[in-house]
């Protein structure tokens, strides 16, 4: 009797857990080449612009934004670079207060870290009922095909391929061990003597790897690896090790730099470093700092010495806030090497978004340059006044009515070379359920102003998702008119843009892009083709 009313009790305390959380849960039904479709068993509670979370270590994260919405499934934007297979479970939230949750330095660095990460997080232990590890094979392959053409100059014309593959195998043999690789290869058509004569022209490996997991705390990494603690250091060639204790994360770096010509191996560019992470929950939100520090060299000569600081949290209610900072340590002047304290950057973002119909982002960006003293002799030897650039975003977006989506944005930047400040501002707003079509049209304006440029681009987009054919159509017209100051002729541009993709023929996906550039007396064309499978 006591077990049965310990079950009971479990049962209730479950189901009570399941309701407070109050999450609808869909699947992904197919990725086209811009959304990502999905299917719930009905939609009420969900809106435009809501987020989609998918469960990574027991917790959710942020991973798609609600474009279109019908009574059983959805059209989404995706906000991370994970790779949304069909039948993956993703949760929508149907209260008005979304869950609290940490977004890491991948989503928040748009580098090459967008298209490493997805396989490396894929490395992750999963176990059996046997406590066996279950082996994955996972990939993507895509070819690329653009084609320029005009009518001023035949060497405008040309064609470019571009190969790219990312590839994982995870818990090889039912063990800790996993290896990934990501690489592109892309070349002219009139233009392969030069690959063959040397590959490295043509071939950039950004990810090749094998990972260990001795256990849930303890990892290395051997070979070509992007560490999204430290991606501020990028890739490196090398040996790297973490261990997770009960309040921080240890890791370990020692390797070298890919060549700064070519990104192949170079022994010579070597660099060494560690690094110390916490995590940590205070309420609703967490809280993750990291702070490395890190010597390059060249040639066993120091090259630079840096340290780095990152810092972001979900603490405040509703308002996500980042912050990064590097501090060169070293100095060369005139030869003269010496020790010095020196901010070389500092980057700080906040979004808040205190209701589904508006959200605010402010950023502030400060960056002197970078000089590696060995690489680069005759710069920095030569240089001895540390140029500063200074920048400042803001952007809102205000979701008065259904279907109607607005956005303001302001950038300034200004560097002490300048004749006077970078300014740009401008807006857009769109409407995502045209009566009838059932298709979004959105308006963009931008104006910029410079030392060199005064000008406005103008835009308009209608998009068109058919889901039976798992298809998007889009066209739109683009006018750019800038004046610049150098008594250079006036710009007056009108584009044409046309886009189709359609994933049917799964798991390939297709899609052909043209624009055409039309000018006083002379025209522009360009067409991308692209074909995408998923394995």
């Given at each position: 009797?006591?077990?049965?009313?310990?079950l009971i009790l479990f049962?209730?305390v479950n189901i009570?857990?399941?309701a407070q959380?109050?999450?609808?849960?869909g699947?992904?039904s197919?990725?086209?080449s811009q959304?990502?479709y999905?299917?719930?068993?009905?939609t009420e509670?969900i809106a435009?612009?809501?987020t989609?979370?998918i469960k990574?270590?027991?917790?959710?994260?942020?991973?798609?934004?609600?474009?279109?919405i019908s009574?059983?499934?959805a059209?989404c934007?995706k906000?991370s670079?994970?790779?949304f297979k069909s039948?993956?479970?993703v949760f929508?939230s149907v209260?008005?207060i979304?869950?609290s949750?940490?977004a890491?330095?991948a989503?928040?660095?748009?580098?090459?870290?967008?298209?490493i990460?997805?396989?490396?997080n894929?490395?992750?232990?999963?176990l059996?009922s046997?406590?066996e590890?279950?082996?994955?094979i996972?990939?993507?392959?895509?070819?690329?095909?653009?084609?320029?053409?005009?009518?001023?100059s035949?060497?405008?014309?040309y064609q470019r391929?571009?190969?790219s593959?990312?590839?994982?195998?995870?818990?090889?043999?039912?063990?800790g061990l996993?290896?990934s690789?990501y690489?592109?290869f892309a070349?002219?058509?009139?233009e392969?003597?030069?690959v063959?004569s040397d590959?490295?022209?043509a071939?950039k490996?950004?990810?090749f790897n094998?990972?260990?997991?001795?256990?849930?705390?303890?990892?290395?990494?051997?070979g070509?690896?992007?560490n999204?603690?430290?991606s501020n250091?990028?890739?490196?060639?090398?040996l790297?090790?973490e261990?997770a204790f009960?309040?921080?994360?240890?890791?370990?770096?020692?390797g070298?730099?890919p060549d700064?010509?070519?990104?192949?191996?170079?022994?010579?560019?070597l660099?060494?470093g560690a690094?110390?992470?916490r995590?940590?929950t205070?309420?609703?939100?967490?809280?993750?700092?990291?702070?490395?520090?890190?010597?390059q060299?060249?040639?066993n000569?120091?090259?630079?010495?840096?340290a780095?600081?990152?810092?972001?949290?979900?603490?405040?209610?509703?308002?996500?806030?980042?912050?990064?900072a590097e501090?060169?340590?070293?100095?060369?002047?005139l030869?003269?090497?010496k020790s010095?304290?020196s901010?070389?950057?500092l980057f700080?973002?906040a979004?808040?978004?205190p209701?589904?119909?508006?959200s605010l982002s402010?950023?502030?960006?400060?960056?002197r340059n970078?000089y590696?003293?060995e690489t680069?002799?005759?710069?920095s030897?030569?240089?001895?006044d540390?140029?500063?650039?200074?920048g400042?975003?803001?952007?809102?977006?205000?979701k008065?009515?259904?279907n109607?989506?607005?956005?303001?944005?302001?950038g300034?930047?200004?560097?002490?070379t300048?004749v006077?400040?970078?300014?740009?501002?401008g807006?857009?707003?769109?409407?995502?359920a045209?009566?009838?079509?059932?298709?979004?049209?959105g308006f963009?304006?931008n104006r910029l102003?410079?030392?060199?440029v005064?000008?406005?681009?103008?835009?308009?987009?209608l998009i068109?998702?058919?889901s039976?054919?798992?298809?998007?159509f889009s066209?739109?017209?683009?006018?750019t008119?800038?004046t610049?100051?150098?008594?250079?002729?006036?710009?007056?541009?009108k584009?044409?843009?046309?886009d189709?993709s359609t994933?049917?023929?799964a798991p390939?996906?297709?899609?052909?892009?043209?624009?055409?550039v039309f000018?006083?007396?002379?025209?522009?064309?360009?067409?991308?083709?692209?074909?995408?499978?998923?394995?």
């Amino acid at each position: 009797m006591p077990k049965l009313n310990f079950l009971i009790l479990f049962m209730f305390v479950n189901i009570a857990l399941f309701a407070q959380d109050n999450f609808k849960e869909g699947k992904v039904s197919y990725t086209s080449s811009q959304l990502v479709y999905v299917s719930f068993e009905n939609t009420e509670g969900i809106a435009e612009g809501d987020t989609i979370f998918i469960k990574l270590k027991n917790s959710l994260q942020p991973a798609l934004k609600v474009k279109y919405i019908s009574s059983s499934s959805a059209a989404c934007e995706k906000l991370s670079s994970g790779d949304f297979k069909s039948g993956l479970a993703v949760f929508a939230s149907v209260n008005d207060i979304q869950p609290s949750v940490i977004a890491t330095s991948a989503i928040i660095n748009q580098t090459a870290v967008n298209e490493i990460q997805p396989i490396q997080n894929e490395v992750s232990t999963k176990l059996k009922s046997t406590n066996e590890i279950d082996s994955k094979i996972s990939g993507r392959y895509s070819i690329q095909s653009y084609s320029n053409f005009n009518n001023v100059s035949q060497y405008g014309d040309y064609q470019r391929w571009r190969h790219s593959l990312r590839f994982g195998l995870q818990n090889i043999g039912s063990s800790g061990l996993s290896f990934s690789t990501y690489a592109i290869f892309a070349y002219k058509a009139d233009e392969w003597n030069t690959v063959s004569s040397d590959i490295s022209n043509a071939l950039k490996v950004y990810d090749f790897n094998l990972n260990y997991k001795f256990s849930n705390s303890t990892q290395i990494w051997l070979g070509r690896y992007l560490n999204r603690k430290i991606s501020n250091i990028s890739i490196v060639d090398g040996l790297q090790f973490e261990n997770a204790f009960s309040f921080l994360t240890l890791g370990l770096v020692v390797g070298s730099r890919p060549d700064y010509r070519d990104f192949s191996f170079n022994p010579k560019l070597l660099e060494y470093g560690a690094y110390l992470s916490r995590s940590d929950t205070l309420g609703s939100g967490m809280m993750e700092n990291t702070i490395s520090l890190f010597e390059q060299t060249n040639d066993n000569k120091t090259d630079r010495r840096f340290a780095y600081i990152q810092h972001s949290n979900t603490i405040i209610t509703n308002t996500y806030l980042f912050a990064s900072a590097e501090v060169d340590l070293y100095k060369k002047e005139l030869n003269v090497p010496k020790s010095e304290f020196s901010l070389t950057s500092l980057f700080l973002s906040a979004r808040y978004s205190p209701v589904r119909v508006f959200s605010l982002s402010l950023s502030y960006d400060s960056r002197r340059n970078v000089y590696y003293y060995e690489t680069y002799k005759s710069l920095s030897d030569s240089v001895l006044d540390n140029e500063l650039r200074q920048g400042f975003r803001a952007r809102a977006v205000v979701k008065p009515i259904n279907n109607i989506i607005i956005g303001l944005q302001y950038g300034y930047r200004y560097s002490k070379t300048d004749v006077k400040p970078s300014r740009n501002y401008g807006g857009n707003i769109s409407y995502t359920a045209i009566p009838l079509i059932q298709s979004s049209l959105g308006f963009n304006y931008n104006r910029l102003l410079s030392n060199y440029v005064d000008g406005s681009v103008y835009s308009v987009n209608l998009i068109k998702s058919i889901s039976a054919l798992r298809s998007d159509f889009s066209i739109g017209f683009r006018k750019t008119d800038y004046t610049f100051l150098n008594n250079s002729p006036k710009l007056d541009e009108k584009a044409i843009l046309v886009d189709i993709s359609t994933s049917v023929f799964a798991p390939f996906s297709f899609s052909i892009s043209y624009e055409g550039v039309f000018e006083s007396t002379r025209t522009y064309g360009r067409i991308l083709l692209d074909l995408t499978t998923r394995f």
